[in-house]
């Protein structure tokens, strides 16, 4: 059975930094293209950033894109996602995800999900 653990986030002044962790166990990690998606209070759960099986492809949405960066480390089964210059929008539950065979930006593709982590910019 696939896990996802996300670590990292907390409150950061708006400017800052901060980097997400998310470690898959139960599976192979090299089997998953991976994705980090946002939920914002009263908004849709929304696509941040995703990266193929083998990292060399990242994706972003044009809301991160120069601010935020997603690597990942198979030996260690870990994706990470480096954001700067948070801002107040970025706020949110920040959702780790993973997908065997679907397209990457596409939530309905993702099989399997961590349980969230917040994010807070104070501004």
């Known amino acids: 059975q696939v896990q996802l653990a996300e670590s990292g986030g907390g409150l950061v002044q708006a400017g800052g930094s901060q980097r997400l962790s998310c470690v898959l166990s139960?599976?192979?990690?090299?089997?998953?293209?991976m994705a980090w998606f946002r939920q914002a209070p009263g908004k849709e759960r929304e696509f941040v950033s995703g990266i193929s099986w083998s990292g060399m492809d990242p994706y972003y949405a044009d809301f991160v894109k120069g601010r935020f960066r997603i690597t990942r480390d198979n030996a260690k089964s870990t994706v990470i996602l480096d954001m700067s210059s948070l801002q107040a929008d970025d706020t949110a539950v920040y959702y780790c995800a993973a997908t065997e065979y679907g397209s990457i930006q596409r939530i309905s593709a993702y099989e399997h999900w961590g349980q969230g982590i917040q994010v807070t910019v104070s501004s």
């Open positions: 139960g599976r192979t990690f090299s089997d998953f293209a």
